[in-house]
């Protein structure tokens, strides 16, 4: 079974290269275009991994995404991407695991996103808890350096 990534942006360009670039790279990639519809999903489904753009329909849009993965009772791995990072810890203190900025080399979002998944399980295990199984297969980097287009990833 691939590892199950949600993929949240409203900016369609951006949504569909980075879930292209995912792909490509052996991950199975759901998209939402919204926090409504990322909660549904989030919800309805099963993911090793959510990442969300911060600033969607409202400021706070990237937040609920969080909220609603950290409450997930199969605990995804959450990741935020955006143009503009909150200063310092913040974004942690929201319950974000790792923070991503666009734009970025693709090589480097798949070895940061190959670390937090493997970190996270990893913290999974080690807490004791007993968590509903996602099987996780190795997905190794078909293509490097490659960049994406600034007007695909173009600030938010």
Do not use: C
């Not at 490509?24 to 489904?45: H, Y």
């Amino acid at each position: 079974m691939k590892r199950r990534i949600l993929l949240v942006d409203d900016e369609l360009a951006i949504l569909l290269t980075l879930k292209a670039v995912l792909e490509i790279n052996g991950f199975e990639v759901e998209t939402a275009a919204s926090a409504r519809e990322a909660k549904s999903k989030i919800k309805n489904g099963r993911y090793h991994m959510v990442i969300t753009d911060m600033r969607m329909e409202s400021e706070s849009a990237g937040l609920e995404v969080v909220q609603a993965a950290k409450k997930a009772p199969y605990q995804p791995a959450v990741a935020m991407l955006t143009a503009f990072p909150l200063p310092g810890e913040d974004w942690h203190e929201q319950g974000a695991d790792e923070m991503l900025v666009k734009p970025m080399n693709t090589q480097d979002l798949l070895v940061q996103i190959e670390a937090l998944l493997v970190t996270h399980e990893d913290n999974k295990r080690s807490t004791g808890k007993k968590q509903p199984e996602l099987a996780v297969t190795d997905a190794t980097p078909a293509r490097k350096n490659r960049t994406l287009s600034r007007k695909a990833v173009a600030a938010h």
